[in-house]
């Protein structure tokens, strides 16, 4: 509350409490330095005066009051609009930092699948040229046992016909002598 309504008050408070002495000090006393009629006016003003004091005070105690209320609601108001904006701003920054580290992890991951990738592609590469080069040392050793075989073959060939024609003489001298 400000000095200004506390001062009225104050003074408020002190005519009320200054009038109600007056007025008990006088029905006590029972002093007649006034007559009855202006002993009653008194009293009327002093009644009648307390009383548009009394709700005037009051009046401007409850506006007031209900002006600072208005300042604080508003203040709080104010104050609280501030930090769920710095809220939503830190969230959104918070958002934007899991983003880019998503976006960094997804691509230190894509990267890996790559070289992974490039890396078995080399593997296979290697072990198809290891086959092909096994095929072609098999495709001579085949090679080499075809010729041996054939070779084999005649060989067998010309011993056959070598036994052929020792038969063939056996035979023909054995008719001979026979």
Do not use: W
């Not at 002495?21 to 002993?39: F, H, P, Y």
């Not at 600072?68 to 930090?83: F, I, L, P, S, W």
């Amino acid at each position: 509350m400000s000095d200004r309504n506390t001062k009225g008050m104050n003074a408020a408070a002190a005519t009320i409490t200054a009038a109600t002495m007056l007025s008990t000090a006088l029905k006590i006393t029972g002093v007649d330095i006034m007559d009855a009629g202006t002993l009653e006016t008194l009293k009327e003003i002093i009644d009648i005066g307390i009383t548009p004091v009394l709700l005037i005070v009051f009046v401007c105690y409850f506006i007031s009051k209900s002006k600072d209320d208005d300042k604080r609601v508003n203040t709080a108001y104010k104050e609280t609009q501030g930090k769920i904006e710095e809220m939503a701003a830190s969230a959104r920054k918070h958002e934007d930092t899991m983003a880019a580290e998503n976006a960094k992890r997804e691509e230190m991951l894509r990267s890996e699948a790559e070289k992974r990738e490039t890396m078995l592609r080399k593997e296979a590469e290697k072990r198809e040229s290891m086959l092909m080069l096994n095929m072609e040392k098999i495709t001579v050793s085949m090679d080499s046992i075809t010729r041996t075989l054939d070779k084999m073959e005649n060989s067998f060939s010309g011993i056959e016909s070598r036994l052929e024609k020792i038969e063939y003489k056996i035979g023909e001298d054995g008719g001979r002598n026979g």
